[in-house]
């Protein structure tokens, strides 16, 4: 596998109604950027802030955590990118209702690496212990807003193929003098599927920013040799990924670019742009 850039990610997501198919097969792919991005406005970049929301839909706590988190979408706008990411026990498919098989093998791997307790909990911009309700607002307001980088994101989606082609700039506004890896994430909101409550099962709940796949890996890699990124320079970074034989609606669907500290993982910058 070293002499191509073939990535093969083994996902263990299923598709599923009444019962549970798979695992199958997602595809990846290092790709040249061959699109025109526009003028960056140096003074419009603002530090954003990534929101890992750990959950599980057989978690009774998890749909008051949605809540919070759909407030704080509402208060901080763009500038916060969620990821809601179903993993552990409260994520297992089960039979009948809750056969339907969210994880991913990035979000199992996250939950392990920041040792999530229980569901729910949040990382903020991988820079904290697992918080748990009560203190997410909190660990928002103070996220650190330096303005280190700037991501752009064009996404090309071929849907006869059922092909995504993702092309990144990004631009450094401020010295960085550790290696980067900037990390891509498919997300996908409006997807209709049971959840359960403290008294009763929601059949029809809506889950949104729902990881779908960490499309180069679970950290990403180097967008340029060595990581180390200059001071206004510019780096161009594509990827392509394969939606045939997942159930993803491109039009609910998301790319996440995070731009992280390759030794502490903690997040520099953020960006996210719908499929089409």
């Known amino acids: 596998m070293k002499k191509t850039l073939l990535l093969i990610?083994?996902?263990l997501?299923?598709?599923?109604?009444?019962k549970i198919e798979g695992p199958y097969v997602i595809q990846s792919q290092k790709e040249d950027v061959d699109v025109d991005f526009p003028e960056?406005?140096?003074?419009?970049?603002?530090?954003?802030?990534?929101?890992?929301e750990y959950t599980g839909h057989t978690c009774i706590g998890c749909p008051e955590g949605h809540v919070i988190l759909e407030q704080l979408q509402?208060?901080?706008?763009?500038t916060l990118?969620?990821?809601?990411?179903?993993?552990?026990?409260?994520a297992e498919p089960e039979s009948g209702l809750f056969s339907y098989d969210f994880r991913t093998p990035t979000g199992e791997q996250l939950y392990l690496d920041y040792h999530i307790a229980n569901n729910p909990q949040a990382?903020?911009?991988?820079?904290?212990?697992?918080?748990?309700?009560?203190?997410?607002?909190?660990?928002?307001?103070?996220?650190?807003?330096?303005?280190?980088?700037?991501?752009?994101?064009?996404?090309?989606?071929?849907?006869?193929?059922?092909k995504l082609k993702i092309n990144t700039k990004t631009t450094m506004l401020e010295d960085y003098d550790r290696p980067t890896q900037l990390s891509l994430l498919l997300v996908e909101d409006n997807i209709?599927?049971?959840?359960?409550f403290n008294d009763h099962v929601d059949t029809f709940y809506v889950h949104n920013h729902v990881l779908r796949?960490?499309?180069?890996?679970?950290?990403?890699?180097?967008?340029?040799?060595?990581?180390?990124?200059?001071?206004?320079?510019?780096?161009l970074y594509g990827y392509s990924l394969d939606f045939n034989g997942t159930d993803w609606n491109p039009d609910n669907c998301s790319v996440i670019a995070i731009l992280l500290d390759e030794q502490n993982k903690k997040v520099i910058q953020v960006e996210k742009a719908a499929v089409r």
Do not use: M
């Open 40 to 52: 960056l406005d140096y003074d419009a970049v603002y530090r954003k802030i990534l929101f890992d």
């Open 9 to 11: 990610v083994i996902a």
């Open 192 to 196: 209709i599927k049971p959840q359960k």
């Open 74 to 78: 509402a208060q901080f706008g763009d």
């Open 123 to 162: 990382i903020v911009n991988r820079s904290t212990v697992p918080l748990d309700k009560p203190e997410w607002a909190t660990n928002v307001r103070t996220a650190d807003r330096t303005k280190y980088a700037a991501i752009q994101i064009i996404n090309q989606y071929d849907a006869a193929a059922q």
């Open 213 to 235: 796949a960490g499309i180069n890996g679970n950290y990403g890699e180097y967008i340029i040799s060595g990581g180390l990124l200059e001071k206004y320079g510019e780096y």
């Open 13 to 18: 997501a299923f598709v599923a109604c009444n």
């Open 81 to 90: 990118v969620a990821v809601g990411i179903h993993a552990n026990w409260f």
